[in-house]
């Protein structure tokens, strides 16, 4: 395909896509149906389906029964690790090699004008990006991801939680899937704010953020403390009636999911004229500039915080101003501590 149809690259590299971001309608007034109906296809399509689909396979043919779960053994929490393991290596392992080992699109429609593997860097174990990322992502990222899931489906088995089924609460358990992705939105937003504060940023997310040009071994590579906070929304199935497929619909929302806004790519190739949209526009900026778009654009919670960059040279602008702003503001505060201080 050629990209210069959907974007243009610059004398940098980077490549970004003509159209603008858009952030979803459903928070918008006044309340425009028809918006929301046009906006619906690409909230569920393709990804948020195709997670769906990966979860129901899972509770019905990888998912120990009921009685194996109601006590916590060796053997079962080993099963469900090596289970989450498969399922990221195949996704995130052939999307790796298809996009970033054999280079079969080569640069067409990726953001950052080169490749990690091309460079090495010492922020990185071993120098290397991709070994780095694939290490934290099976020695923190999935066990801690099972842990959760040990955890809830225990919960499940032993009746613990305000569990139901399909049969008895159809409409609750239906939405509550719909606005799964919204809730995992919101959480995501909430925690990334929160391990931006400079001494969380420091200690914590800067191991992600060391990855400027994602790719995908990128996207659970993270601190095993943001791995904590990450999956910690999925806690709110222990609080709210639920169902254990449910449980799993929202792990893959978070972990296999994770993968989309890291894979570096606009589009993903499937033909001479084909390709599969990522929406991975927005994630990808926020790597790029660190303090922009702490969520995906669903709900417009970067808008009403002022951290919105929907990839125009006025919303770059708006950023720009943004960080004087921070910046002049910091160095007053520097300056009154040390008139303040009069020193020994």
Same mark, same amino acid.
């Given at each position: 395909?050629?990209?210069?149809?959907?974007?243009?690259r610059d004398k940098r590299g980077q490549w970004a896509p003509h159209e603008p971001l858009q952030v979803g309608p459903l928070l918008d007034w006044p309340w425009?149906?028809?918006?929301?109906?046009?906006?619906?296809?690409?909230?569920?399509?393709?990804?948020? $389906?195709?997670?769906?689909?990966?979860?129901?396979?899972?509770?019905?043919?990888?998912t120990p029964s009921r009685e194996t779960m109601q006590n916590l053994a060796p053997g079962w929490i080993a099963f469900l690790f090596i289970r989450n393991s498969?399922?990221?290596?195949?996704?995130?392992?052939?999307?790796?090699?298809?996009?970033?080992?054999?280079?079969?699109?080569?640069?067409?429609?990726?953001?950052?004008?080169?490749?990690?593997?091309?460079?090495?860097?010492?922020?990185?174990?071993?120098?290397?990006?991709?070994?780095?990322?694939?290490?934290?992502?099976?020695?923190?990222?999935?066990?801690?991801?099972? %842990?959760?899931?040990?955890?809830?489906?225990?919960?499940?088995?032993?009746?613990?939680?305000?569990?139901? %089924?399909?049969?008895?609460?159809?409409?609750?358990?239906t939405v509550f899937a719909l606005a799964l992705p919204l809730v995992h939105e919101v959480h995501f937003f909430a925690i990334h704010r929160l391990i931006h504060?400079? %001494?969380?940023?420091?200690?914590?997310?800067?191991?992600?953020?060391?990855?400027?040009?994602? #790719?995908?071994? #990128?996207?659970?590579?993270?601190?095993?403390?943001?791995?904590?906070?990450?999956?910690?929304?999925?806690?709110?199935?222990?609080?709210?009636?639920?169902?254990?497929?449910?449980?799993?619909?929202?792990?893959?929302?978070?972990?296999?999911? %994770?993968?989309?806004?890291?894979?570096?790519?606009?589009?993903?190739?499937?033909?001479?004229?084909?390709?599969?949209?990522?929406?991975?526009?927005?994630?990808?900026?926020?790597?790029?500039?660190?303090?922009?778009?702490?969520?995906?654009? $669903?709900?417009?919670?970067?808008?009403?915080?002022?951290?919105?960059?929907?990839?125009?040279?006025?919303?770059?602008?708006?950023?720009?101003?943004?960080?004087?702003?921070?910046?002049?503001? #910091?160095?007053? #505060?520097?300056?009154?501590?040390?008139?303040?201080?009069?020193?020994?």
């Amino acid at each position: 395909m050629d990209e210069h149809r959907f974007g243009t690259r610059d004398k940098r590299g980077q490549w970004a896509p003509h159209e603008p971001l858009q952030v979803g309608p459903l928070l918008d007034w006044p309340w425009n149906a028809a918006r929301v109906l046009k906006w619906l296809p690409g909230y569920f399509l393709p990804w948020n $389906a195709v997670f769906f689909a990966l979860a129901v396979a899972l509770w019905a043919w990888a998912t120990p029964s009921r009685e194996t779960m109601q006590n916590l053994a060796p053997g079962w929490i080993a099963f469900l690790f090596i289970r989450n393991s498969a399922v990221v290596l195949l996704m995130f392992g052939a999307l790796e090699l298809r996009l970033y080992v054999h280079r079969r699109q080569d640069l067409r429609f990726k953001y950052n004008g080169s490749f990690p593997a091309d460079r090495k860097s010492d922020v990185f174990w071993f120098k290397s990006q991709n070994l780095d990322n694939t290490l934290r992502t099976f020695m923190s990222g999935l066990p801690i991801w099972t %842990a959760y899931e040990v955890l809830i489906l225990w919960a499940w088995a032993n009746g613990i939680g305000p569990w139901a %089924a399909f049969g008895d609460h159809p409409v609750w358990l239906t939405v509550f899937a719909l606005a799964l992705p919204l809730v995992h939105e919101v959480h995501f937003f909430a925690i990334h704010r929160l391990i931006h504060l400079p %001494a969380l940023y420091r200690m914590v997310h800067s191991v992600h953020h060391n990855s400027v040009n994602p #790719s995908p071994w #990128s996207s659970l590579s993270m601190h095993p403390v943001e791995h904590l906070l990450y999956w910690s929304d999925t806690l709110i199935h222990l609080l709210l009636p639920s169902h254990p497929l449910l449980v799993l619909y929202h792990l893959q929302i978070g972990g296999t999911g %994770a993968v989309i806004g890291h894979v570096g790519f606009d589009k993903i190739e499937t033909g001479k004229e084909t390709a599969i949209d990522t929406h991975a526009y927005a994630h990808y900026l926020h790597h790029k500039y660190f303090e922009v778009n702490y969520a995906d654009g $669903a709900l417009p919670l970067d808008k009403w915080f002022g951290t919105w960059h929907d990839g125009t040279s006025e919303a770059h602008a708006r950023m720009t101003e943004r960080f004087k702003r921070k910046k002049a503001s #910091s160095a007053m #505060s520097r300056s009154s501590s040390r008139r303040e201080d009069p020193g020994p």
